[in-house]
């Protein structure tokens, strides 16, 4: 499975960002997707998660009612809606893609399949 992260860029603080990550390779509808980011000097840390079908969301207490996650299945891709950005928000984001149709975990262990990331920078 191939992943490819875009969207990335540089914001005010208060802006707004959409990642999107486009899948190949692989049955992507049968794939737990997940978005992690990481800033310098610091483990990457999950973000959001978003189940086979989109049922089931899961997001960093740090994110939650700012960022949205969302997948459409038909063109194999998966986005991340980033609202209110904060400057502590700035990092590499990296969407992954789990073997598991539902991931419990936030650990990144729990996904197999790495897109190269894409740099987010929130000025204050």
């Known amino acids: 499975v191939q992943l490819q992260a875009s969207g990335g860029g540089l914001v005010q603080a208060g802006g707004s960002l959409r990642l999107s990550c486009a899948a190949s390779g692989g049955p992507f509808g049968s794939y737990g997707m997940g978005w992690f980011r990481q800033a310098p000097g610091k483990e990457r840390e999950f973000v959001a998660s978003?189940?086979?079908?989109?049922?089931?969301?899961r997001y960093a207490d740090s994110v939650k009612g700012r960022f949205t996650i969302s997948r459409d299945n038909a063109k194999s891709t998966v986005d991340l809606q980033m609202n209110s950005l904060k400057p502590e928000d700035t990092a590499v984001y990296y969407c992954a893609a789990s073997s598991l149709p539902v991931v419990i975990s936030t650990m990144p262990s729990m996904y197999t399949w790495w897109g190269q990331g894409t740099q987010v920078t929130v000025s204050s």
């Open positions: 978003i189940s086979w079908k989109g049922a089931v969301t």
